[in-house]
């Protein structure tokens, strides 16, 4: 058996109705990341920013897991080692039953207190107060997801590199492998000697190292990669 390592993207929840950042319907064709996604934009202006949340929070309460979500899960359920790594925030592969998660650039869902530094789920949505405030100390709340020019959480990352260092099998899909340091992770696995699996409609960065590439969408595209975990006896 093998250690089964994923790393997910905006594109898995495509299917689930929820728009990608890039690409043609990206979010960030209508809106500008320094506008809404920087630590600046939210002192600037914190009310614009959690409107925009707010927003995303109520469209993804209404999406409902995608059939490539559902597939990752099953995997889980059969692979005797499995870690997910997912550059979402949705929580839709929490819903659809994933465990092993690692959360890259956190979590729409949960808040971060800018006072006494308090992490929690909020899930009110619409929320009540825009800007919503600590239930602890009243102190203004910030969504915890990571914003451009911020770090990504040590600790979770230095599992995520740890994971994909040790993957026999490492499959991404629907990411466009730009972003870092995520995008660094399938490299690594590769160097480390994993089989690599890209799943993504178009061409990619990560394409020109992929072992098997899959040009499809992630539904029709993780069924092949269960068949294909199947035949290598990975699961
Ligand atoms: P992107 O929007 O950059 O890329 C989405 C990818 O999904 C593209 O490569 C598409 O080709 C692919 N895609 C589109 N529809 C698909 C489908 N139905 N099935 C499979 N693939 C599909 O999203 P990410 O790579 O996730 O960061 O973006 C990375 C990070 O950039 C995000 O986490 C976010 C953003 O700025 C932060 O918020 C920190």
């Known amino acids: 058996m093998s250690r089964i390592v994923v790393l997910t993207g905006a594109g898995i929840s495509a299917e689930s109705g929820i728009p990608t950042f890039r690409g043609k319907g990206g979010l960030w064709e209508k809106f500008r990341?320094?506008?809404?996604?920087?630590?600046?934009?939210?002192m600037r202006d914190p009310r614009l920013v959690w409107r925009w949340y707010d927003e995303r929070r109520q469209m993804i309460k209404r999406a409902r897991p995608s059939e490539a979500h559902r597939i990752l899960a099953r995997i889980e359920q059969e692979?005797?080692?499995?870690?997910?790594?997912?550059?979402?925030?949705d929580g839709l592969h929490q819903e659809a039953g994933s465990r092993n998660i690692i959360e890259l650039h956190g979590n729409i869902w949960?808040?971060?207190c800018l006072s006494?530094?308090?992490?929690?789920?909020?899930e009110e949505t619409p929320l009540r107060e825009i800007?919503?405030?600590?239930?602890f100390c009243g102190g203004l709340l910030r969504p915890d997801v990571v914003?451009?020019?911020e770090m990504l959480d040590p600790d979770v990352l230095e599992r995520a590199f740890y994971e994909s260092e040790r993957a026999?099998?490492?499959?991404?899909?629907?990411?466009?492998?730009?972003?870092?340091?995520?995008?660094h992770l399938p490299v690594v696995a590769k160097q480390h000697g994993a089989f690599l699996i890209e799943v993504n409609p178009e061409d990619t960065p990560l394409s020109?190292?992929?072992?098997?590439?899959?040009?499809?969408k992630a539904g029709t595209g993780m069924k092949r990669v269960y068949e294909i975990l199947k035949e290598r006896g990975d699961i």
């Open 131 to 135: 800007p919503p405030r600590c239930h």
């Open 33 to 42: 990341p320094e506008e809404l996604a920087t630590p600046e934009a939210f």
């Open 79 to 89: 692979a005797e080692h499995f870690v997910l790594i997912t550059q979402n925030v």
């Open 110 to 112: 949960r808040v971060r």
């Open 208 to 216: 020109e190292i992929a072992d098997v590439i899959i040009r499809e």
């Open 168 to 183: 026999d099998v490492f499959i991404v899909v629907g990411t466009s492998a730009v972003v870092y340091p995520a995008a």
């Open 116 to 122: 006494c530094g308090q992490r929690y789920y909020l």
């Open 147 to 149: 914003w451009f020019g």
